[in-house]
């Protein structure tokens, strides 16, 4: 695309969109490339659950990991992704949109979005921690994620990350349950 058609489309967006709350919908993403070897793909298992790495390679998966720290890149997956969630207090049930932006999505807009964020980060704390913990046999680390997976089971079904309060943070949710940790 070019830069006068993303112009364009930047310009009927916000012309459209007065709340700016989508803005970001319409910007450009630089997306590094890395050259990763995906022929693994071929021979995955079709046995439940469908992990990379299922239960019988998990040992040669650790003794690799034990001989290089990178290994799979596992130690980005910690450093970028796993990490930041060890000293983190699993996050409490979202409120409520505050009750003057109700039916106006200028106003409700940044509490939906941080909302369905928030609910997004517990679940890669569940998923990242558990794989962490079980990769790495770290008692500290499981304990962790099951804090977390336990924080989210308490949240109201019914309540602010319903289906029908706001979808985008009940998949997340639901499916962070869904983990059987």
């Not at 695309?1 to 009927?12: E, G, Q």
């Not at 793909?41 to 992990?51: C, E, F, K, T």
């Not at 979005?113 to 008692?139: K, P």
Request: glycine share 4%; hydrophobic share 40%.
């Amino acid at each position: 695309m070019s830069d006068k058609s993303f112009d364009a489309i930047k310009a009927i967006k916000l012309e459209n969109d007065k709340s700016a709350g989508n803005l970001v919908d319409c910007m450009p993403v630089k997306v590094q490339k890395t050259d990763i070897d995906l022929s693994f793909l071929d021979n995955l298992s079709v046995d439940h659950p469908r992990l990379l790495v299922q239960s019988k390679d998990l040992a040669a998966f650790k003794e690799n990991l034990k001989n290089d720290a990178t290994y799979c890149k596992f130690d980005a997956f910690m450093n970028n992704s796993t990490n930041k969630f060890l000293d983190t207090t699993p996050y409490e049930e979202p409120k409520a949109y505050p009750e003057e932006t109700v039916g106006k999505a200028s106003l409700w807009r940044p509490f939906w979005r941080q909302m369905y964020v928030s609910c997004q980060e517990a679940f890669n704390a569940t998923r990242n921690l558990s794989i962490a913990g079980i990769v790495l046999e770290d008692d500290a680390i499981i304990a962790k994620a099951k804090a977390w997976t336990l924080k989210l089971a308490s949240y109201d079904p019914e309540g602010v990350t319903s289906r029908g309060y706001n979808d985008e943070a009940a998949f997340r949710v639901i499916a962070d349950n869904g983990l059987g940790l």
